[in-house]
């Protein structure tokens, strides 16, 4: 089982990113996703997170209104659109997967809920 997450990288404030992640060796329609970050000296937080059920979705405080999550199962990947971008937005950023029947969506937020992980992908939000 593999999460491949991609599309970080350095973007001024105010621009845009699409971070991607592609499953393989799981069928992703059937699992809950989130994106975490991290930022450095500080603890990994939830970004975002879509049902598998019922494609609701979910977000951090810090990011409502400026980031989206999606998913296509047919192509196996999952995505996060990033606007408005701000320095504090700069973290690595990782997508989860947790199978959709054992996911709590009361407590999307928590790392302790997914049980499978990507390797990150740095975003850098600098002038």
């Known amino acids: 089982v593999q999460l491949q997450a991609s599309g970080g990288g350095l973007v001024q404030p105010g621009g845009s990113l699409r971070l991607s992640c592609e499953a393989s060796g799981l069928t992703l329609g059937v699992y809950a996703i989130a994106w975490f970050r991290q930022a450095p000296g500080k603890e990994r937080e939830g970004v975002s997170a879509i049902s598998d059920v019922d494609g609701s979705t979910y977000y951090a405080d810090s990011v409502k209104g400026r980031f989206t999550i999606s998913r296509d199962n047919a192509k196996n990947s999952a995505y996060l659109q990033m606007n408005s971008l701000k320095p504090e937005d700069t973290a690595v950023y990782y997508c989860?997967?947790?199978?959709?029947?054992?996911?709590?969506?009361?407590?999307?937020?928590?790392?302790?809920?997914?049980?499978?992980w990507g390797q990150g992908t740095l975003v850098t939000v600098s002038s």
């Open positions: 989860a997967a947790e199978a959709g029947y054992m996911w709590n969506r009361n407590i999307w937020y928590e790392k302790t809920e997914y049980d499978y």
